[in-house]
């Protein structure tokens, strides 16, 4: 059974840069055809999508996003990451990575990771 484990930096200043990732246990990140996804939770809020890297290292990502976040992954050691620059406070959230085995349905959760913007 895959596990999702994201790691990140939690308390980060405005207009700094964040690098959270996700450590895939149980499956590889390269598997066909599954993509792997970043979505957050702003506190009170909803869920948001931010984008996906599939199995073949295509990325695609939420327009609303697209210019301040970028997507990657690290074969060798079965992890994604996630940068996004440029933070406000309005980037607060929980951060989780989820594996996606089609379009629109995720599979399996990371337990999320805590990110706050604050001065």
């Known amino acids: 059974q895959v596990q999702l484990q994201e790691s990140g930096p939690g308390l980060v200043k405005p207009s700094q840069t964040i690098t959270l990732t996700c450590s895939v246990s149980?499956?590889?990140?390269?598997?066909?055809?599954?993509?792997w996804s970043w979505t957050r939770q702003p506190p009170g809020k909803g869920l948001e999508w931010m984008g996906l890297?599939?199995?073949?290292?295509?990325?695609y990502y939420s327009p609303s996003l697209k210019s301040r976040s970028s997507i990657s992954r690290d074969t060798s050691k079965n992890q994604i990451s996630l940068q996004l620059i440029s933070v406000t406070p309005e980037d607060t959230a929980v951060y989780y990575c989820?594996?996606?085995?089609?379009?629109?349905?995720?599979?399996?959760w990371g337990q999320g990771t805590q990110v706050t913007v604050s001065s």
């Open positions: 149980g499956g590889s990140i390269t598997r066909n055809y599954f993509a």
């Open positions: 890297i599939a199995y073949d290292g295509n990325t």
């Open positions: 989820a594996r996606v085995p089609r379009v629109g349905e995720f599979d399996s």
